[in-house]
């Protein structure tokens, strides 16, 4: 559904994007993972057709945002950078004035929208009394007017409290599951994006470090917390299983019998406290790469 091939931008003389490509499935949430200055809002800048790359080019649907812009765009809603609204106009009125630009929509599709993001005991409140969440409500609203079929998201969640944050997290997961939709979406927030997206890319310094899924951050060893009294046992079991210690876990080959482990121990005199798998997470491989650039 969005293709992003071999993306180069630079601003001032300094490259801001060297080369990025991945694509994004139909019905797919996928997550735009970096640190500040990676490039993430100049790639949703790109397929929004409000940045223009150097080289490469983006595409929606197999339709390319660089030579037919408002073709690809049609099937697109988005909230880009801080969404802007009149704040003497009532939420309803903003919609209704900032859908016009595009054709308009009706009041039954307004109205229906305005309840599904649970703003219609406020919508008709100046949006200078809305709060920060409120206000990210009416902007998800107004990228959902008309129905499109892909959502581009920049931060979504930033400076939400955490019940907004869950809020918005089950709003994206019910477009996808009951709706079909395709979101794209960049964040910081990496507990976020590994409960809400099917793939990440990350991206470090202009460049894609890492594509992939939850499969793709299993470790190829098995990595075990394992408490045993007396602890000089972890270091036997370690060279009876064939494997080691690394920060005090076990670390043993991913086909070894976990019970066969305890066992062991405990036939050995230990006295087993604890013993949990350890499994790495997205912040994990986040940081091994962070790492990596900062060498």
Known sequence: MLEVIGLKKKFAGKPALKGVEFSVAKGEIFGLLGHNGAGKSTTLGILLGMVAPDEGETRIDGISV??????????????????????????????????SYSGGVTKAAIDEVVERVELDDRIHSKVGTYSHGMRQRLALAQALLPEPEVLLLDEPTDGLDPEGIKWFRDFILDLRDNRGMTVLFNSHLLAEVEQMCDRVVILQEGRKVFQGGSADLEEDQLVLKFEVDPPSLLQNLAVEFGGGVKKNNLVLPKTTDI??????????????????????????LYLEFSRKVTR
């Open 66 to 99: 660089q030579k037919n812009r408002a073709e690809a765009l049609a099937k697109v809603g988005a909230i880009f950078e801080s969404p802007g609204f009149y704040d003497y106009l009532s939420g309803y009125a903003n919609l209704k004035l900032l859908t």
């Open 259 to 284: 019970a066969l482990v305890v066992a062991k121990a405990v036939q050995n005199g230990g006295q087993v406290r604890e013993v949990r798998q350890v499994k790495r997470s997205l912040e994990d």
